[in-house]
Every structure is written in structure tokens, then in C-alpha cells.
């Protein structure tokens, strides 16, 4: 599962700037689907 709080600290840090939270959001979900394109659960 997803640490919205340890995505958005990562995002900033590597970008320099601060992202939404459905921004954050929807990179979690992203993040959270394998190689295969499968789900990871």
C-alpha cells in the first residue's frame, strides 16, 4: 500500500515543488501496479 505522506516528501524533494493530493494521490495508485500491468496487492 501506498504512504501518501512518503510519495508527496519524495515528489518534492526530487521536484522542488509541492503537489496536490489527488495528484499524490493518483501517483500512488499508479506505483501500486506491477510490471505485468497487474495490481500488486
Same mark, same amino acid.
Given at each position: 500500500? #501506498?504512504?501518501?505522506? =512518503?510519495?508527496?516528501?519524495?515528489?518534492?524533494? !526530487? #521536484?522542488?515543488?509541492? =503537489?496536490?493530493?489527488?495528484?499524490?494521490?493518483? !501517483? #500512488?495508485?499508479?506505483?501500486?501496479?506491477?510490471?505485468?500491468?497487474?495490481? !500488486?496487492?
Amino acid at each position: 500500500m #501506498c504512504k501518501m505522506g =512518503f510519495i508527496s516528501q519524495i515528489t518534492e524533494e !526530487l #521536484c522542488g515543488t509541492e =503537489f496536490s493530493k489527488p495528484t499524490v494521490s493518483g !501517483l #500512488c495508485k499508479k506505483q501500486e501496479v506491477g510490471p505485468a500491468g497487474k495490481r !500488486l496487492e
